[in-house]
């Protein structure tokens, strides 16, 4: 039977799934702030059958830099170990699918609105974001952007994630919503953004340096 192992680990939330059968057979979710290290083998061991699967999807960022690296260093070890496949997933996709998800039941007649933006907590007081479609399509690229910035770049668009709380310190009366990314809502995902490359997706530039002042390569956001 084909499974597929959800890691998301991205955010202060560590959180993993098991799909089968295009539906979540077992799921755990906790907010561990920065201990994903400790907990995130041991939540993957109490899934049925240890949770050994056939693919292994990843939260890649953009997101806790320490957080992204567990979350792939266990998928491409457990991957290994299993002979399984292993591809990534965006966090700020992740959180938008949820919104649109709860903005816009099945059965609801109300139209989902035309963009939410996707905002999570960033280093040096920054957030990221990016807006989405409702069909789940960007309609803006990442970027690591200023409270201030943010609010400018969203306008009147709905804009949910945990960075959110930096917002409403600028603009009060933001339509918004505190959310953390949660393996389980992988299965709202479009096909082509559960296909990223198993690497992290930083979001910006890497503070650390290397000797005479050059930075580390990182992927492009």
């Known amino acids: 039977m084909f499974r597929i192992l959800v890691i998301e680990t991205a955010t202060a939330a560590c959180s993993v799934a098991l799909i089968e059968r295009g539906a979540v057979i077992a799921r755990a979710h906790a907010v561990v702030g920065r201990g994903h290290a400790e907990r995130l083998l041991p939540m993957i061991a109490e899934l049925p059958d240890g949770g050994r699967a056939d693919r292994i999807l ?34 700020l996709a992740l959180v938008a699918a949820a919104a649109f998800a709860r903005l816009s039941p099945d059965g609801s007649s109300l139209a989902p609105p035309p963009v939410v ?3 999570l907590e960033a280093g040096h007081g920054e957030v990221f974001m990016q807006s989405f479609s409702p069909q789940l399509e ?51 995902l ?32």
């Open 117 to 119: 933006a996707a905002v």
């Open 58 to 91: 990843v939260d890649v960022g953009p997101g806790s830099f320490t957080g992204v690296r567990v979350g792939i260093a266990a998928a491409r070890g457990l991957a290994l170990g299993w002979g399984a496949e292993v591809a990534g997933m965006s966090s």
């Open 190 to 221: 479009p096909p082509a953004l559960l296909a990223l490359p198993p690497r992290p997706l930083y979001g910006r530039a890497p503070d650390a340096k290397l000797p005479g002042g050059r930075q580390p390569d990182a992927p492009a956001a």
């Open 138 to 188: 960007p309609v803006s690229p990442l970027a690591s952007l200023t409270p201030a910035a943010a609010v400018a770049a969203i306008g009147q668009a709905p804009a949910v994630g945990n960075g959110v709380g930096r917002l409403l310190g600028i603009e009060p009366g933001l339509d918004a919503q505190q959310s953390l990314p949660d393996a389980g809502d992988a299965l709202l």
